[in-house]
C-alpha cells in the first residue's frame, strides 16, 4: 500500500498562508480521489477538502470555503491543500487520504488509505 506523508504543517499567525502537500512513498493511484480531514483536540476528526480522480471537481468544507482550496499535480502523484486567511480554529492535525472511489466523497470511512498527519497551529 502507498504510504502518505503529510508535509508544510507548522506554527503561523492569524491572516498567514500555509500550504500543505501529501507525498506518497510510491505513485499516488491516479484512479482514486483524494481527501484533507483535520482533527482539533477533542474534537471528531472532520471532512476538510476532497478532489476527483482526474483533479477537475473538488469539494470543499463549508468552514474553510473561500480560503481553502485543494489541488493535485497534472501527474497526479501530489495532492496539495493551500490554506489562506488562517484563522485559530483552523488549528488541528491535517490528515491526507486516499479514497476508494474515483469521485469526490466527504465521508471519512469512505477513505481506506491515511497519512500520520501534519500538526497545523494558528496563533498570535
Known amino acids: 500500500q502507498v504510504q502518505l506523508v503529510e508535509l508544510g504543517g507548522g506554527l503561523v499567525q492569524p491572516g498567514d498562508s500555509l500550504r500543505l502537500s501529501c507525498a506518497a512513498s510510491?505513485?499516488?493511484?491516479?484512479?482514486?480521489?483524494m481527501g484533507w480531514f483535520r482533527q482539533a483536540p477533542g474534537k471528531e476528526r472532520e471532512f476538510v477538502a476532497a478532489?476527483?480522480?482526474?483533479?477537475?471537481?473538488?469539494a470543499i468544507a463549508d468552514s474553510v470555503k473561500g480560503r481553502f482550496t485543494i489541488s493535485r499535480t497534472s501527474a497526479k502523484n501530489t495532492v496539495y491543500l493551500q490554506m489562506n486567511s488562517l484563522k485559530p480554529e483552523d488549528t488541528a492535525v491535517y490528515y491526507c487520504?486516499?479514497?476508494?472511489?474515483?469521485?469526490?466523497?466527504?465521508?471519512?470511512?469512505?477513505?481506506?488509505?491515511w497519512g500520520q498527519g501534519t500538526q497545523v497551529t494558528i496563533s498570535s
Open positions: 510510491g505513485r499516488i493511484s491516479s484512479t482514486y480521489a
Open positions: 478532489i476527483d480522480w482526474s483533479g477537475t471537481v473538488t
Open positions: 487520504a486516499q479514497a476508494s472511489t474515483r469521485g469526490i466523497i466527504t465521508q471519512k470511512h469512505e477513505y481506506n488509505n
